[in-house]
């Protein structure tokens, strides 16, 4: 099973992504949305990157999507948050804070630690605040048999108190191990492609429209 959602494809096709000319009103010219892809892991060992690498792929196949990727093994985040940080602090945030501010979605891939998600992903969270404000994300998960979705929804009310879009639909690999062969491809990719369609589509419908809508005034003013 890859995806919680029960819906067809088909019937998502309301939420299809707009062309830019939807927005735009004068046929095109808009610039690509630009997603942050989160790589929440920074386990020894972890598992993160081949699902990382199959997602972005799948990104990347896009015209409508430009990415960015934030591997948080890359980074070194305290959990003692300041107002004030020292300058190795303000050297780590600098990696990343640029990407979450310019983004227009997030993608967040993540495991599953103790039916949860892991600590480095919440010091990213909680280091920031404006960034992850009025803009969309989906969910990318991993573990074993629940395949990471209790990470998945305890993140959830998290991003919401952060005034976040979370999209519905996810792409999730239980036993993850077992589905991705030693070159790391997917060994039965069909059901996997057709809900990264259907999470990306929605998760590009609402960054468009979101971007439409602060362009025309500022969120919460």
């Known amino acids: 099973m890859t995806e919680t959602s029960t819906s067809s494809p088909s019937s998502l096709s309301p939420l299809s992504a707009p062309s830019a000319a939807a927005f735009e009103g004068d046929g095109g010219g808009a610039a690509p949305l ?9 386990r020894e060992g972890r598992f993160g990157p081949i699902v990382a690498e199959w997602l972005l792929a799948r990104v990347r196949e896009r015209s409508d999507l430009t990415v960015d990727v934030i591997d948080l093994a890359a980074s070194d985040l305290p959990t003692s948050l300041s107002f004030n940080p020292p300058a190795a602090v303000a050297a780590e945030l600098a990696k990343v804070t640029p990407k979450l501010a310019a983004a227009d979605a997030f993608i967040v891939l993540t495991p599953e630690y103790n ?3 892991p600590a480095s992903l919440k010091s990213l969270i909680d ?4 960034e992850w404000e009025a803009k969309p ?7 074993g048999l629940s395949g990471g979705l209790r990470a998945v929804e305890h993140l959830r009310p998290v991003f919401a108190e952060l005034h976040t879009m979370t999209i519905r639909d996810t792409v999730s690999f ?3 191990g077992a589905l991705f062969d030693d070159q790391g491809n997917h060994r039965d990719p069909s059901a996997a492609d057709a809900a990264a369609k259907a999470m990306l589509d929605q998760l590009a419908w609402w960054a468009w429209a979101l971007r439409a809508a602060k362009a025309v ?3 919460g003013s």
């Open 127 to 130: 280091w920031h605040k404006d």
């Open 34 to 42: 630009r997603v942050a892809v989160i790589v929440g892991s920074n």
């Open 137 to 143: 994300l989906a969910f990318v998960s991993y573990g």
């Open 174 to 176: 239980h036993n993850a």
């Open 115 to 117: 039916h949860s998600y």
């Open 217 to 219: 005034r500022p969120y």
